[in-house]
Nanobody
């Protein structure tokens, strides 16, 4: 069973950038589709982005498209989320997740393993 640990969150001004990392242990990251999700206070957890096992295929929520970039380094067992042009509405706890399935998915319930989350706060 893979364990996931996010890092890189923090407080940033609007327009700034952050890079989140998701380190995996107890398993090989390359065996999983990786996703990033976020949950703002009082809101449901929502899909942000996913990346295929090879890294060739990525997909983004409309709200982050052209601002965020998901990537992975299977040799380092780490996935990343580069967040640029941050907005106050991006404030949330960000979670990485791993999916054992063959099919790429945006659905929360398709992901099997989750990190504990990292807080991102964007000030206006």
């Amino acid at each position: 069973q893979v364990q996931l640990v996010e890092s890189g969150g923090g407080l940033v001004q609007a327009g700034g950038s952050l890079r989140l990392s998701c380190a995996a242990s107890g398993g090989t990251l390359g065996a999983y589709i990786m996703g990033w999700f976020r949950q703002a206070p009082g809101k449901e957890r929502e899909f942000v982005a996913y990346i295929s096992r090879s890294g060739v295929t990525t997909y983004y929520a409309d709200s982050v498209k052209d601002r965020f970039a998901i990537s992975r380094d299977n040799a380092k067992n780490t996935a990343y989320l580069q967040m640029n042009s941050l907005k106050p509405e991006d404030t949330a706890v960000y979670y990485c997740a791993a999916d054992r399935d063959l099919r790429l998915s945006m659905a929360i319930f398709d992901y099997d393993y989750w990190g504990q989350g990292t807080q991102v706060t964007v000030s206006s």
